[in-house]
C-alpha cells in the first residue's frame, strides 16, 4: 500500500448523510484518483486530479465531491444524492509525468449504508 | 476507446502447477498495460507493466506476463503457483489520456493444496 493512507477503514452511514473519506499521499505525486469497487464489477472511476486546484469527473461522479486543495491530499464526498453508496472505495496516486507512469494504492475504505 | 477485458472470472490451480490469468485488450495506439493483485479488504498492489520492448515481463513475486500483440494479449503467467497466490487479480490499461487507467473486471485465482 506503499505512501498511501485512507482513512477511516470502516464507515457506516445512515441514508441522508454526507460522509467524507480521507485520503493522503506522501509520495510527491501529481495525479491522485478516486475509484469505487463493487464485486463482480472491477474499479471504477469517479473523479482524479492531475494538479492542485483541478479535477476532472470519472465515469460515475453522480452523487460524490472531490476538492484537491493540497498536493498530498485528496478527499471524496459522498453526498446524500448517491443512491446506492454501500461499496469498497480506493484511492490511487500517479508521479503523472509519462508513459511509465504507474498508479498506486491505498488500502481502501468500506462504506456501509444503514 | 481504451479497455482490457478479463474473459475468466475465477481460475482454479494446483500447487506447484503453472498458472495463468488471460487478458485481452482494445486500445488506440500503443499499449501501455499493467497487472495488480488484490488480498482480500486491500488496496490493489502493483505487479509489473508493459510499456515496450521485450514481450516478456517480469515483475514482483515470481510473476511474469507475456505481450502479444498481434493477439492482442497480455496473459499473467508463474510457473508454480503457491497458496498465498491466491487473490484477485486486475488487468489495466493506460488511457489515450496518460492519467487515466481502465480496469479490467478481475479474475479470481485459487490455488488449492
Known amino acids: 500500500d506503499g505512501g498511501i493512507t485512507q482513512s477511516p477503514k470502516y464507515l457506516f452511514r445512515k441514508e441522508g448523510q454526507n460522509v467524507t473519506l480521507s485520503c493522503e499521499q506522501n509520495?510527491?505525486?501529481?495525479?491522485m484518483y478516486w475509484y469505487r469497487q463493487d464485486p463482480g464489477q472491477g474499479l471504477r472511476l469517479i473523479y482524479y486530479?492531475?494538479?492542485?486546484?483541478?479535477?476532472q469527473k470519472g465515469d460515475i461522479a453522480e452523487g460524490y465531491s472531490v476538492s484537491r486543495e493540497k498536493k498530498e491530499s485528496f478527499p471524496l464526498t459522498v453526498t446524500s444524492a448517491q443512491k446506492n453508496p454501500t461499496a469498497f472505495y480506493l484511492c490511487?496516486?500517479?508521479?503523472?509525468?509519462?508513459?511509465?507512469?504507474?498508479?498506486?494504492f491505498g488500502p481502501g475504505t468500506r462504506l456501509t449504508v444503514l | 476507446a481504451q479497455s482490457v477485458a478479463q474473459p475468466e472470472d475465477q481460475v482454479n490451480v494446483a500447487e506447484g502447477n503453472p498458472l495463468t490469468v488471460k487478458c485481452t485488450y482494445s486500445v488506440s495506439g500503443n499499449p501501455y498495460l499493467f497487472w495488480y493483485v488484490q488480498y482480500p479488504n486491500r488496496g490493489l498492489q502493483f505487479l509489473l507493466k508493459?510499456?515496450?520492448?521485450?514481450?516478456l515481463v517480469k515483475g514482483s513475486y515470481g510473476f511474469e506476463a507475456e505481450f502479444n500483440k498481434s493477439q492482442t494479449s497480455f496473459h499473467l503467467k508463474k510457473p508454480s503457483a503457491l497458496v498465498s497466490d491466491s487473490a484477485l487479480y486486475f488487468c489495466a490499461v493506460r488511457g489515450y489520456n496518460f492519467n487515466k487507467f481502465y480496469f479490467g473486471s478481475g479474475t479470481k485465482l485459487n490455488v488449492k493444496p
Open positions: 490511487a496516486s500517479s508521479i503523472a509525468r509519462g508513459i511509465t507512469d504507474t498508479q498506486y
Open positions: 508493459y510499456i515496450t520492448g521485450d514481450n
Open positions: 486530479s492531475q494538479i492542485v486546484n483541478d479535477f
Open positions: 509520495l510527491n505525486h501529481d495525479a
